[in-house]
């Protein structure tokens, strides 16, 4: 059963640094690409970036380009999202989710920018 | 970037009755590989989203078969046939075709009446 876990998640004051992770079971990560997907609170659903399966690759939303940085750890099976320079505007469930077509989703994790 | 829309943004709908939700790009999304990337996400109140469809009309495994998808090149449907409690929540269609970015409709709330 593919299972996605993210943690990392807080309360960060604006300006602030976090990193999300999201830990990956159930599949062959290594062959994967991977994606953070975004939800501000009661709106709709943002992708924010994405990694090809062995790094080689990653996209952002322009929102966080020089901000935001995607990478993984195939080893570990982990996907990470480091954030940085966080505003107001980057508060939001943060999802983890599994392959080009996002077949498979994690619970969230929620970020809060906020002083 | 390809706009997503969706139409209509809520729909009321009575238990067993039929349901309809669309969705239209600003491009085509056929791919030059000839496949359309074009999926559907259910998201139940407090829960993370979930994938029915990919491809605009492969239904995922576990999806129950009242959920139908259609259309081509920048129109596309989700049809529920008969509506259950199960299916309140918000509908998102996502294309895939042009990207990055992923873009994602801005959701279709279904409730019951």
């Known amino acids: 059963e593919v299972q996605l876990v993210e943690s990392g998640g807080n309360l960060v004051q604006p300006g602030g640094s976090l990193r999300l992770s999201c830990a990956a079971s159930?599949?062959?990560?290594?062959?994967?690409?991977m994606s953070w997907v975004r939800q501000a609170p009661g709106k709709g659903l943002e992708w924010v970036a994405n990694?090809?399966?062995?790094?080689?690759?990653?996209y952002y939303v322009d929102s966080v380009k020089g901000r935001f940085t995607i990478s993984r750890d195939n080893a570990k099976n982990s996907l990470s999202l480091q954030m940085n320079s966080l505003r107001a505007e980057d508060t939001a469930v943060y999802f983890c989710a599994k392959g080009t077509g996002a077949s498979h989703w994690g619970q969230g994790t929620l970020v809060t920018v906020s002083s | 970037e390809v706009v997503m829309t969706q139409s209509p943004l809520s729909l009321p709908v009575t238990l067993g009755q039929p349901a309809s939700i669309s969705c239209r790009s600003s491009q085509s999304l056929v791919s030059s590989d000839g496949n359309t990337y074009l999926n559907w996400f259910q998201q139940r109140p407090g829960q993370s989203p979930r994938r029915l469809i990919y491809k605009v009309s492969n239904r995922d495994s576990g999806v129950p078969d009242r959920f139908s998808g259609s259309g081509s090149g920048t129109d596309f449907t989700l049809k529920i046939s008969r509506v259950e409690a199960e299916d309140v929540g918000v509908y998102y269609c996502?294309?895939?075709?042009?990207?990055?970015?992923?873009?994602f409709g801005p959701g279709t709330k279904v409730d019951i009446k």
């Open positions: 159930g599949f062959t990560f290594s062959t994967y690409w």
């Open positions: 996502m294309q895939g075709t042009h990207s990055p970015p992923w873009t």
């Open positions: 990694i090809k399966d062995d790094g080689s690759a990653k």
